[in-house]
């Protein structure tokens, strides 16, 4: 175990690990352990994910770090969307060396970025932003909407509690959580290593975009300053 040092990569509501498969691949080409854990319900189907609530999806990312962490002396949390809500809640449980939070929601929907969307949608005669709009409310049931909602409640007032370093990135034309979001984050944790970073040509799949590879070394940059302090 001494030496081997692991990232738990959490995905977003209603989502999968596609999401952050490049991510993983990233971290796992610079030698680290990674574990990616598919949260309960999340697997492609609405009824599946109709059975679940959000205490569960916590527990399924909590058992995934347990693990990781028999295998490494050190570990590094990174949550994508409400993967962050649920980073935030295992770094106040668990000692970890840091987290990062990706698009992760305090205000979601931008009205004026869908907006744009939309009108893009019909300058063009594709709508494939409507789909996507029409797509998420018909598969995403009520009773998950409400657990997604509770959580981010719960969530919310124990971001002033990280004190571990975090590192924020928020994508500036991200429809689905309001850029507000990441500046509050940062704004309100309590920890002194901290940085914020706003990519300006990223959506809310902001590990899929056309700025990966940026966010990917700005994580990796940070968490090795985090991974190495105290070593030198």
């Not at 929601?105 to 300058?123: A, T």
Request: proline fraction near 3%.
């Amino acid at each position: 175990m001494e030496g081997k040092i692991g990232f738990v990569i959490i995905h977003g509501f209603a989502g999968g690990l596609q999401e952050i498969e490049p991510l993983n691949c990233f971290l796992k080409d610079k030698g680290y352990l990674t574990a990616c854990p598919v949260l309960d319900g999340h697997t492609g189907m609405r009824k599946d994910l109709k059975k679940t609530n959000y205490e569960e999806w916590i527990a399924s990312a909590e058992e995934s770090l347990l693990e990781l962490k028999k295998q490494c002396h050190k570990i590094f949390v990174v949550g994508f969307s409400m993967g962050g809500l649920i980073g935030v809640n295992l770094v106040l449980k668990h000692k970890v060396e840091g987290i990062a939070t990706l698009c992760a929601p305090i205000y979601y929907w931008d009205i004026k970025r869908v907006s744009l969307n939309i009108i893009e949608d019909f300058k063009k005669r594709q709508y494939k932003n409507l789909q996507k709009y029409f797509n998420a409310t018909v598969r995403i049931p009520l009773k998950a909407m409400v657990n997604f909602r509770i959580l981010l409640a719960k969530t919310k007032p124990l971001i002033k509690e990280i004190n571990c370093p975090i590192f924020v990135a928020q994508g500036l034309i991200d429809d689905t959580v309001h850029h507000r979001s990441g500046k509050y984050i940062y704004d309100n944790s309590a920890s002194k290593m901290k940085k914020l970073k706003y990519y300006k040509n990223s959506d809310h799949i902001i590990c899929c975009g056309a700025e990966r590879e940026a966010l990917f070394n700005d994580l990796y940059e940070f968490s090795k300053k985090v991974l190495n302090k105290g070593e030198n």
